[in-house]
């Protein structure tokens, strides 16, 4: 009677905690992705953290805002600038849009045009006209495709004022999981109903996904999008800095990279004449922006992720999908969990295996 009735409190403690649980996550859930976020923040700079901790150890408040004002200064502040010139860039882009100013259909058939006479017949003899076809599909999904990304960056600053509320939660939070991380992570990894060993592995998992993910392929892809944008403004291209913002999403994914944002305005300039903006694009995305990713993430991504390429890119995509921005760490997360509780699971029952067959 005793082992029943602690059975029954010990699956109504496990049912109010779940409750408990979604409760929690329904209130927060508009401030999720700014704690996401904060979490994020108060990992990446848990080492400058304890630097200045180490200075003065009995002044943890004042390390944790030195390093709150560090993270304003050296990221929130020129992010912020950034982002109001893609903001503005892309309020131009979204209007020109809608008056007709920008139209996929003429640049598709300037390229056509520009083809040579042989090419141009193959292409319209093609499918029976298929080109017709596919030229209109292509442009309704080019000037559909610009005028959401432009109309979402417009609807951002239109909401200034809840992203300024949401921003400064995660700045609070930021805060305090600085200063307070060193205990609240080890508490987090005791508490989950896991083996200590198998919680402490899929913590360190979490912890080296998260920091190439951003250190690397966030860093990198900033990196390319900068050098994009200077391209693009070099050759005279309008709104540079907000291709270059899509050139930075384009090469956070595998097997994409920034190459189908340089590629098509190359072939473009090329096709209508202007050759040497052609050719300055083709080089600079080959030579410079192709070999960024080569020289920076080897430095700064310490040891692999040990993520099929292919699963990073549907993870991505799908966390993207999913969450937003957020979804760009968030997928390769989920991803690398996933696989290292699988291996965690063959090692567990290889050695339960391997023990039986001995005894």
């Known amino acids: 009677m005793t082992v029943r009735r602690e059975r029954v409190e010990n699956g109504g403690f496990i049912l109010t905690l779940a409750l408990l649980t979604i409760g929690l996550t ?5 401030f999720l992705g700014a704690l996401l976020w904060a979490a994020l923040a108060a990992l990446l700079f848990q080492p400058i953290f304890h630097r200045l901790l180490e200075r003065a150890p009995d002044h943890r408040n004042r390390a944790a805002a030195l390093t709150l004002l560090i993270i304003t200064v050296s990221v929130v502040i020129p992010a912020a600038i950034i982002a109001s010139l893609v903001v503005d860039q892309a309020a131009g882009v979204y209007t020109q849009i809608r008056t007709g100013q920008i139209n996929f259909a003429v640049y598709f058939q ?3 045009d520009a083809l040579p006479d042989r090419l141009q017949h193959m292409v319209d003899g093609f499918g029976f006209g298929s080109f017709e076809r596919a030229q209109t599909r292509i442009s309704q999904a080019l000037s559909a495709s610009a005028s959401t990304l432009a109309g979402r960056a417009v609807s951002i600053g239109a909401n200034a004022a809840a992203f300024l509320l949401t921003f400064g939660v995660g700045l609070y939070v930021t805060y305090f999981l600085l200063r307070d991380g060193d205990r609240i992570g080890p508490a987090v990894v005791r508490a989950l109903p896991l083996r200590a060993d198998i919680a402490s592995r899929l913590a360190a998992k979490f912890e080296s996904v998260v920091r190439a993910t951003i250190k690397g392929s966030g860093v990198v892809a900033l990196v390319q999008g900068a050098l994009g944008a200077i391209t693009f403004w070099v050759v005279g291209l ?3 800095l907000l291709w270059g913002m899509l050139m930075v999403l384009a090469a956070l994914l595998p097997a994409v990279g920034p190459a189908i944002i340089w590629g098509p305005v190359a072939i473009y300039l090329l096709a209508t004449g202007a050759i040497w903006e052609g050719v300055l694009v083709i080089v600079s ?5 192709g070999l960024a990713d080569n020289i920076l993430r080897p430095r700064l991504v310490g040891r692999d992720t040990g993520i099929p390429d292919w699963l990073v890119l549907v993870t991505t995509l799908g966390g993207i999908n999913l969450l937003g921005l957020s979804g760009i760490v968030v997928g390769p997360v989920a991803a690398a969990l996933f696989i290292a509780a699988w291996e965690i699971l063959t090692e567990e029952r290889t050695a339960a295996t391997t023990e039986t067959i001995s005894t």
């Open 26 to 30: 329904l209130v927060t859930w508009s």
């Open 110 to 112: 300037q390229v056509h």
């Open 238 to 240: 309008p709104a540079a």
């Open 285 to 289: 995305g080959v030579v410079v922006i």
